[in-house]
């Protein structure tokens, strides 16, 4: 009886120790059946789609409860026939810490494809792909919960060239994503006209991309922080994508009437 009530409390004092390490992040920048979705064009060619769900029904992993994001691409029109695209991405979000339990990457891009299905361990401080387990900071992100992360961070009192830092993995690395604040502007899409947060995702020079601030990003000014429109200078050429349609927002958007 002694030991077994040792064991008890050990398995308690374990428990609770997980516990503590998990941060809590307070957002009401979205929430379960939000939809986003875009239109992507490559130079003047309407060149593909993308959308980002949030599911409506709440799963439970790890024993936590996790939003359930949905993340999908693929090509159209002309641009299918020589490049066919058909990307899916899936995170399970912990819905107090806002860190990934588990991703999932399914991507069809011409010839190449990619499988990989990544657990985390947050208590433990690692990942394991299908491949291979890899240690990583604390609170890493995945690339899907890195931007449902970022929508909450605070720009009220930024400056133009504050940087924000998110520890990101991604095809079992980790590296820090790191996004450039530059600014507001109010911008006219085909969604309507919406006053924005402009800033430059910090990127890899040379394999894609031409410059390591070669992309720019509007996000909503208003507390759902949803991208706008986002640009990028490549090696052969230039993507644009533009806010298509959106519904199930968590609040009401910086439209200019």
Known sequence: MKKTIIITFLMLGAVMTQAQTLRNVTTNAFQPSEILEYRVHYGFMDAGEARLEIAAQVKEVAGRKCMHVIGTGRSVGAFDWFFKVRDRYESYIDQEA????????????????????????????????????????????????????ARTLDFAHAAPGDTFTIMTYLDDETFPLTIKYIGKETIKTKAGKFRCIKFHPMLLQGRVFKEQDGM??????????????????????????????????????????
């Open 98 to 149: 806002l860190i990934p339990w588990m991703f999932i990457r399914k991507i069809e891009e011409g010839d190449y494809s990619k499988k990989q299905n990544v657990s985390f361990n947050h208590y433990k401080k690692t990942a394991s792909s299908d491949k291979k387990t890899i240690n990583t900071p604390s609170h890493v992100q995945d690339i899907i919960s890195a931007f449902y992360y």
């Open 216 to 257: 720019t990003v509007w996000i909503t000014d208003d507390k759902n922080k949803i991208p706008v429109r986002a640009e990028a200078e490549i090696l052969v050429g230039s993507i644009k994508m533009d806010l298509k349609s959106y519904s199930g927002l968590a609040n009401p958007l910086a439209l200019v009437k």
